[in-house]
């Protein structure tokens, strides 16, 4: 069974989770307002449909919703700017290589369980025990790089 195991830390960035998080809520009410606002249930305006009489009170309602969004996340992303851009080195000289790598190593995502930390630390992606068999390519000399 073929394991990868990937050690150390590298800077957290804390912050950045929270921020993330607040973008993914707002992003998700940013997509579901319109998607709701023409929702085939509700006829806007005329006195037919749906039964609501209010002339579009819901779809302005909707609209401001979506608007009101779209200002928390451009708000959110000029306060966050400064903080992409501090980060922005770490992900160019340590995650993307890292994740090039882990493409690298791994042939099918789907042929490896999901991460778990042991206890020294070191993060260990093990191979799927119904993965299909890991054929390792033989080298020069039959040796065989891990």
Known sequence: MADL???GGGPHLEGMKHAISIAIVAGALAIA???????????GGGGTGGGNT???????GLGLLGEGTRLILEGLMEEMRPMFEQARPYFEDEVLPFLNRM???????????????????????????DAPRFEPEVGEGGDVEL
């Open 103 to 129: 493409g690298e190593l791994m042939d099918d995502i789907t042929s490896y369980e999901l991460p778990e930390r042991l206890p020294n630390g070191d993060i260990i992606i093990r191979r799927s025990p």
């Open 33 to 43: 307002a319109p998607a709701a606002a023409q929702d085939d249930g509700y006829s």
């Open 54 to 60: 209010g002339g579009g009170n819901v779809e302005d």
């Open 5 to 7: 195991i990937v050690g």
